[in-house]
């Protein structure tokens, strides 16, 4: 049996990259998903497409569904939990995705840019943790937060300050509700990837100079796929993870084993 089989999901930001192979993923292992996106309907109706087709060649007939929803508009994400439990039933998983980035040098950040960047991948995360955690409770059964954050909870990334910070603050997120509500059967970890072939990350993929300097830096000397990452998600929504909460589980081919180390110059040997 798929692990996830009939469990009802909801992925958000799932119309292109890792939440799109998340969705895609998770159908195939037995899941029924709802598909978020804030703009691109046509993006989240060809990844249901494949959803659905993943589903069935798993021998799932799943019945995956396309909500919209910015998270960021605590509006839009009550209707969008409305929604989805109303088509679904019920809930089981959530998966926090959305998130934005831009570069910006640190002094001349415009704080409108700030904002939206935090209110997408921060709070927008948090308003969508607590929607799930009031429709955890209200049920028996508990359920599972996965968010996505980043090696950049940990690992400085100049230039990128608010998202730098967004990704710090969901690390404390994940650890705090995991242990809030580790009593109730509810479980919080989060999914920290590295270096990922998607289209957030399309300035250095498509640039040969770029992209070397970026694989100079990955211990496996590789950018990971979004299909890599997803199946570390379903991991930690699966049962096979029942005993882990609040932690956070570093995809990233060893970018967080400061690799500038790999050389012993700092022992002059």
């Known amino acids: 049996m798929a ?9 958000t930001g799932a119309s292109s990259g890792i939440g799109e192979a998340i969705a895609i993923f998770f159908a195939g292992e037995g899941a029924r998903v709802a598909i978020n996106y804030n703009s691109g309907k046509d993006r989240a109706d060809s ?7 993943a589903g069935k060649a798993a021998g799932v007939s799943g019945e995956n569904i396309v909500v919209a929803g910015d998270v960021s ?8 939990f409305e929604t989805v439990i109303k088509q679904f039933g019920r809930l089981d998983i959530l ?3 959305s998130g934005i980035q831009m ?8 704080m409108a840019d700030f904002d ?3 209110g997408v991948n921060l709070r927008g995360a948090f ?12 049920r028996p059964g508990g359920g599972v937060i996965v968010n996505n954050s980043s090696v950049h909870e940990i690992i400085p990334k100049p230039k990128y300050v608010p998202y730098s910070i967004s990704k710090g603050g969901m690390e404390n997120m994940t650890r705090t509700l995991g242990l809030e509500y580790a009593d109730r059967g509810i479980r919080v970890n989060a999914v920290g990837p590295g270096a990922i072939v998607t289209p957030i990350n399309n300035a250095w993929i498509n640039d040969p100079k770029a992209r070397g300097e970026v694989e100079s830096h990955i211990p496996m000397g590789r950018p990971g796929t979004a299909e890599e990452i997803a199946t570390v998600f379903a991991f ?17 081919g060893g970018l967080t084993l400061y690799p500038e180390f790999r050389t012993a110059w700092s022992s002059g040997e």
């Open 116 to 118: 939206r960047i935090i």
């Open 47 to 53: 990844v249901k497409a494949r959803a659905d087709q």
């Open 95 to 97: 998966i926090n995705n």
């Open 236 to 252: 930690l929504a699966s049962d096979e993870a029942s005993y882990i909460t609040g932690q956070t589980l570093f995809a990233c």
């Open 73 to 80: 508009r605590e509006d839009q994400v009550k209707q969008m």
């Open 3 to 11: 692990r996830l089989t009939g469990k009802n999901v909801l992925v």
């Open 127 to 138: 308003m969508c943790a607590r929607e799930a955690i009031r429709h955890f409770l209200s």
């Open 103 to 110: 570069p910006c040098p640190s002094h001349e950040i415009n």
